[in-house]
């Protein structure tokens, strides 16, 4: 049985940061994509970041570029989200997602095709 728990989330004030944890059972070790996703007040679901865990490689929306970094430990099965110099706009329920079908080249440049599996999502609060 395939579960992704986040934790982490948080209120904070404008230029904090926070680290999103995504625990991670039941998936292969490697070879698939992962990614961030968020979804605020009245917005539609945004991709933020994804990774390819065979090899690492990384996809950030233009929202997150220099300042979230996506990362996956996979000793401990937990995939991160640093999230750094926040903004206002970054509130938002936080969801990790994975998908077992998502080729490394849609992974890098269409986050939107991850649904296979999905979290039950963290809140992250942003304050001026």
């Known amino acids: 049985q395939v579960q992704l728990v986040e934790s982490g989330g948080g209120s904070v004030e404008v230029g904090g940061s926070l680290r999103l944890s995504c625990a991670v059972s039941?998936?292969?070790?490697?070879?698939?994509?992962m990614g961030w996703f968020r979804q605020g007040p009245g917005k539609e679901r945004e991709g933020v970041a994804t990774?390819?865990?065979?090899?690492?490689?990384?996809y950030y929306a233009d929202s997150a570029k220099g300042r979230f970094t996506i990362s996956l430990d996979n000793a401990k099965n937990i995939l991160y989200l640093q999230m750094d110099s926040l903004k206002p706009e970054d509130t938002a329920m936080y969801y990790c997602?994975?998908?077992?079908?998502?080729?490394?080249?849609?992974?890098?440049?269409?986050?939107?095709?991850?649904?296979?599996?999905w979290g039950q999502g963290t809140q992250v609060t942003v304050s001026s």
């Open positions: 990774i390819y865990t065979d090899g690492g490689n990384t």
């Open positions: 997602a994975a998908d077992l079908r998502v080729p490394f080249g849609l992974c890098m440049s269409q986050p939107s095709l991850i649904r296979q599996y």
């Open positions: 039941g998936l292969p070790y490697s070879g698939y994509c």
